[in-house]
């Protein structure tokens, strides 16, 4: 008897329920015209008097699919040229792009970021200078282009960090002290592991504002939708402050699951474009270290594949419990194993259990879900971390769903299908 035959076997009486598309209800308030919205915030932080005429002015801009993030970094260089400066791209992305000049450029090119779609000059390098230290020894690097400038402007997202929590976690002090540290940077900010990075990544982006002229930073926050909800421009008087309070309003805006407790969550697709981790810890519950804590108790995660925009970047793989040979076969180790070995935390690039199809990886969880009756699993499907406001339940927790205020029906129970060689026919 074969492999394939074996798990056949083994598997062949565990029941798939039928699923029922729900929708959960989130604010979906967001900002229709950016360029106004950042006239205004221009205006209320006073640019005008920061910016004067000849200023080389290094805007940086990282590697998250942020919600028109080349919008907004097309009318910041645009502002900035009506000012009389020269403003030019670095990329601010640590170790992403697999830590190579040309890997960050072309990150930048599918964000829709290129000297053409921007009007300004992208100057790409894995050069940085030491400018400081921290007390506990770390070195504090700089981009080397950002760090000649006569001007620096930070442009991100401020969200939940997958890793850690502290009063500032994803944002623009993250941004300025790994997004421009580039490699050498992004590893010593993680040096000490992720249970000081709370502490360490504003302390480094405080040397970074107190040497170098950093402007001013643009924050957005996104709502459930990945929209941007806020805009903000920040001086750097004020940082730390605003980005304290803009986290809390990122964590009230971010999608989530209404229920508590899922016995098996199926995740169509990962990658880099939709979390850092692949996955977002934040809404699964899954995190790559005991740093972070939040989301539903999920017994079993299966990931079916990855994104088109991620390529062959697997990142994050290692929080699913079980996945497909297709999924494997598709994964480049390579940057994968870069940022790993940046960050210190290899949690995310392990491989999980392989089945040879969808069926198989789906029934081997809800066997492995300890469950006295497996036609009774609480079981979610999702495209992805991003993607809440539909979702497929089982009918085991329609009671859940028809008493709470948040969630409705969207349709009726329906059987999964899948192909000839067991992959799920979407």
């Known amino acids: 008897m074969n492999y394939m035959s074996i798990l056949q076997n083994l598997l062949r009486d565990v029941p798939i329920p039928q699923m029922v598309k729900i929708r959960q209800k989130f604010d979906d308030s967001h900002i229709e015209n950016i360029d106004a919205a950042l006239k205004v915030e221009w205006q209320r932080a006073k640019v005008s008097e920061l910016v004067k005429p000849g200023m080389e002015i290094a805007v940086a801009v990282g590697s998250r699919g942020i919600d028109r993030i080349a919008a907004i970094t097309k009318a910041t260089v645009a502002y900035l040229q009506e000012l009389g400066a020269k403003p030019f791209i670095v990329p601010a992305m640590g170790s992403h792009g697999g830590a190579t000049a040309e890997g960050q450029c072309m990150v930048l090119q599918h964000l829709g970021i290129t000297e053409a779609s921007v009007g300004a000059e992208i100057r790409s390098s894995m050069n940085v200078e030491q400018i400081g230290e921290l007390q506990c020894g770390l070195p504090v690097y700089m981009d080397r282009h950002a760090s000649l400038a006569d001007g620096i402007v930070v442009i991100n997202r401020v969200k939940p960090h997958t890793a850690f929590r502290g009063p500032v976690e994803s944002g623009l002090l993250k941004m300025i002290s790994i997004g421009l540290g580039k490699q050498k940077g992004a590893e010593a ?23 170098r002229p950093i402007l001013f930073g643009i924050a957005t926050v996104e709502n459930a939708f990945d ?22 309003l ?13 016995d098996v969550l199926i ?14 810890p934040n809404v699964t519950g899954r995190y790559g270290t005991p740093y972070a804590h939040g989301g539903p108790d999920v017994n079993k995660i299966v990931v079916r594949d990855l994104s088109k925009r991620t390529g062959s970047i ?33 949690a995310p690039t392990k491989i999980p259990t392989v089945l040879p199809n969808d069926k198989l990886a789906i029934q081997a969880a809800i066997k492995s879900a300890n469950l006295l009756d497996l036609r009774q699993v609480r079981l979610v499907r999702i495209k992805n971390t991003l993607t ?22 969207a349709g009726g129970p329906q059987a999964m299908k899948f192909d000839a060689d067991g992959y799920l026919l979407d």
Do not use: C, W
């Not at 995740?267 to 977002?280: A, H, L, W």
């Open 388 to 409: 809440l406001s539909e979702i497929l339940v089982s009918e085991a927790m329609l009671s859940e769903v028809s008493g709470h205020p948040l969630m409705e029906l």
């Open 267 to 280: 995740v169509d697709e990962i990658g880099k474009d939709i979390s850092g981790d692949g996955m977002d």
């Open 250 to 262: 990122a964590k009230e805006m971010m999608p989530r699951f209404y229920f508590d407790q899922i």
């Open 227 to 248: 929209k941007a909800a806020i805009i903000s421009v920040v001086t750097p008087d004020r940082m730390e402050q605003e980005e304290i309070k803009l986290l809390q």
């Open 189 to 211: 900010v993680h040096l000490f592991g992720f249970q000081h990075m709370a502490e360490n990544v504003p302390a480094m982006a405080k040397v970074m504002l107190q040497k």
């Open 314 to 346: 697997g990142f994050g793989i290692g929080m699913a419990d079980l996945t497909t040979q297709r999924l494997v076969d598709k994964i480049s180790t390579e940057e994968m194993y870069v940022n790993a070995l940046t960050t210190g935390n290899f």
